[in-house]
């Protein structure tokens, strides 16, 4: 995927702190603490520009969202939109997946969300996949026990690959649909890729499943 580069994102970035964090290990084990309740935490890995993750906040005001973005171009656009409807319930992070272990302390997070993460098509880069195993590990770290990932892509080589890293985990398959708009179920909040996806007819795999 080629970025469009956003001037000055980090400055626009830095002036708003309250509602996105640029050093997310310095609340490492005080997530709940920087909302200000007990809710659980749910996070969005690789938001986009924030339609899903701002979604389930409007959807779900009962529960904490954060939503992770690792470039500065894109977690703009993300603020950008928050900005305009800001919810108490959201937080921005710009951050990478390979710092999990040092954002967040064990049994922080109650439920995962990847949503249309790269593909990383090439074999040699598979460990660049959020659901190899080596991230897997990371997400069982900071996890509540029998915490739900809920995981969706168009991309047939990457669900077929998540299925099968899964299954050699050890982890157990609550929910699989193949084409998810078929039919939808109530409640889907869809990314704007899904959407743009979705529209020319493409098939949407969704999986949601949970550690042994």
Not at 25 to 44: D, I, M, Q, T, Y
Not at 50 to 71: K, S, T, W
Not at 112 to 119: E, G, I, V, W
Request: proline share 5%.
């Amino acid at each position: 995927m080629r970025l469009r580069n956003v001037r000055n994102a980090r400055e626009i970035m830095e002036a708003h702190p309250e509602r996105i964090i640029l050093d997310p290990k310095a609340h490492r084990g005080a997530w709940k603490a920087r909302f200000g309740n007990s809710n659980p935490v749910h996070l969005e890995i690789g938001m986009g520009k924030g339609q899903f993750v701002q979604g389930m906040a409007r959807l779900h005001p009962d529960v904490n969202f954060i939503g992770m973005e690792c470039y500065d171009s894109v977690a703009v656009r993300a603020l950008q939109r928050v900005l305009e409807e800001p919810l108490p319930n959201l937080q921005l992070v710009r951050g990478n997946a390979l710092d999990l272990a040092d954002i967040f302390d064990a049994g922080e997070v109650d439920r995962l969300y990847l949503n249309f993460s790269d593909p990383w098509p090439r074999k040699a880069h598979a460990k660049r996949r959020l659901t190899h195993r080596n991230f897997l590990e990371r997400y069982r770290a900071m996890l509540v026990s029998g915490a739900e990932i809920h995981f969706k892509t168009d991309n047939r080589g990457l669900f077929e690959f998540t299925l099968q890293h899964l299954n050699e985990y050890g982890m157990t398959f609550e929910e699989l649909s193949l084409n998810l708009h078929a039919e939808e179920p109530e409640g889907n909040v869809r990314t704007e890729y899904e959407e743009n996806w979705s529209a020319k007819g493409y098939p949407i795999y969704r999986l949601v499943t949970r550690f042994r």
